[in-house]
């Protein structure tokens, strides 16, 4: 059971929007910056981005990012066959003190 | 180029003890936070442990607190995770990561497997 749920899965078609969402509380997402993750088939994760800002060089701005209360959004636009892959939320955890990460969300671009 | 490249991991027995190790490169070492993060078979991200840049300050998961051993040279860009009474469930993929503001970059991963 993760500090932060994701939806299992989502799936859209090519050259639409998607959306996954990471719920928290106020001793993580509520307190904390957000950052988000893609994990590609295979391979280790990649940064997409924290609270939509220090985008690493090479992350289109199709990936974007939101945040509300204890609650975080990570949109897709655009959506390309090469999004396929999993994606997570991660945040520090104040009371735990820990970093604590969502289950995981598996995109499909049908 | 940023990188940073592991090795060590490999198959042991439940109760055994293993050492990672994860050199760095590309960036001034001594003045970022490195972290372990895990990944079982099929599963999600779990964070394993966290050090500051001068080792003052070290976090672990509960679910490896006593057991594991997080540590760093910085004289040798590297990091280290010493895994003792490992058990079935500790069977991952274990990545090494940079901070600060979000794990970046990560590691390719080193799979450790504990079984009988």
């Known amino acids: 059971q993760s500090v932060l749920t994701q939806p299992p899965s989502v799936s859209a078609a090519p050259g639409q929007k998607v959306t996954i969402s990471c719920s928290g509380s106020s001793s993580n997402i509520g307190n904390n910056y957000v950052c988000w993750y893609q994990q590609l088939p295979g391979t280790a994760p990649k940064l997409l981005f924290c609270?939509?800002?220090k985008r690493p060089s090479g992350i289109p701005d199709r990936f974007s990012g939101s945040k509300s209360g204890t609650s975080a959004t990570l949109g897709i636009s655009g959506l390309q066959t090469g999004d396929e892959a999993d994606y997570y939320c991660?945040?520090?955890?104040?009371?735990?003190?820990?970093?604590?990460f969502g289950g995981g969300t598996k995109l499909t671009v049908l | 180029e940023v990188q940073l490249v592991q090795s060590g991991g490999g198959l042991v027995k439940p109760g055994g003890s293993l050492r990672l190790s994860c050199e760095a490169s590309?960036?001034?070492?001594?003045?970022?936070?490195l972290n372990w993060v895990r990944q079982a078979p099929g599963k999600g991200l779990e964070w394993v442990s966290s050090i500051s840049h001068d080792s003052r300050y070290i976090y672990y998961a509960d679910s490896v607190k006593g057991r594991f051993t997080i540590s760093r040279d910085n004289a040798k860009n590297s990091l280290y995770l010493q895994m003792n009474s490992l058990r079935a469930e500790d069977t991952a993929v274990y990545y090494c990561a940079k901070d600060p503001y979000g794990f970046d970059p990560w590691g390719q991963g080193t799979l450790v497997t504990v079984s009988s």
């Open positions: 590309g960036f001034t070492f001594n003045i970022y936070s």
């Open positions: 609270d939509n800002t």
């Open positions: 991660g945040t520090w955890d104040s009371s735990l003190s820990a970093w604590v």
